[in-house]
């Protein structure tokens, strides 16, 4: 029986890849008078809901979209946050 899983993906860019989205966003936070923030990295997220049987199915479903479509992984790295407990289920 499939069980749905939610899952969250979050692409960043890799470690010294160039980031002048990140870079405009952290002048515009100093120009606004947050001086505080430092080294800004922009990415993206996915919520994806995936059909499994387990746990460990949905999971290695996520990477193999990552690989395929979601993330460029040459410049890009992810990471997969899954839900301690399938959509829908109760605790009982």
């Known amino acids: 029986m499939a069980n749905a899983y939610p899952v969250r993906i979050i692409v960043t860019l ?3 890849v160039l ?3 990140g870079k405009a966003i952290e002048q515009s936070l100093t ?4 001086e505080t923030a430092q080294s800004v990295r922009q990415g993206r997220y996915f919520d994806v809901v ?3 049987g387990s746990q460990d199915e949905a999971k290695s479903e996520a ?3 990552c690989e395929k ?3 460029n992984t ?8 899954m839900a301690a407990a ?5 605790a009982g």
């Open 14 to 16: 890799k470690t010294g």
């Open 69 to 71: 479509l979601l993330a």
């Open 74 to 81: 040459v410049i890009e790295d992810y990471r997969i946050e």
């Open 50 to 52: 995936i059909e499994a």
């Open 19 to 21: 980031d002048p989205q």
């Open 31 to 34: 120009s606004l008078g947050f």
């Open 63 to 65: 990477e193999a979209m």
């Open 86 to 90: 399938p959509a829908g289920a109760t």
